[in-house]
Structure formats: C-alpha cells, structure tokens
C-alpha cells in the first residue's frame, strides 16, 4: 500500500512548514488527489489517522478532493477529461490520450493556530 508512504511524505512536508512559521496545531489537511494518480482517497484517509498519531498533524481533519483527468487528443487536437486512464478520446474516439492533469498528490492547504 503505497498510500502509507504518501501519507508520511504529507505529514513530513507539515513538520517542515512549522519549522519555517512556527504554528501551533493544524486544524484541517487538505489534499488534492488526481483522478488518474492510482490513489484510493479512502486508503489516505485509513493510513492517516495511524502515521498522524503523535505528529503535528494528530487530530487534524484531512479533507481530500479528487481532480479530474484530462487528457489531450492527438487524433481531434483537443483537451478532454479523462476518468480513466485508459480512456478512449470522448470526441473522435482515439484511444492513446497524453495525460496531462491528474495524476498529482498535493498538499493544497492547510489550517492551523
């Protein structure tokens, strides 16, 4: 489960930042996950909670939103979103899209006191 491992690199990048502004607690995490990044939203919310315990980030509340896909057509020349990876082209029906959005983890904002 490589979740664990993103988890961690998460709660590393939060100790990093109270080192550089020196805040107190955090309130509320949250992420952005890509559509097409193969993470389980719920595998994050599952591993967090253990990897959190004893950091900065315990008992913070971990809001993750998924971003779409999109993907760029090379056969119609347009940008179109993407629900899988493997998605053929919606428009023409060409089946070998560039991804170009969505396959990130990031630590979009974070709340603290």
Known sequence: MHEVSLVESVVAMIEEERRKQAFGRVRIIRLHVGALGCVEP????????AVARGTIADGAVLEIETIAGVGFCVGCDRSVTMADRFDACPICGYGALQIIAGRDLRLAEMEVD
């Open 42 to 49: 719920q595998a994050l919310r599952f591993c967090f909670d």
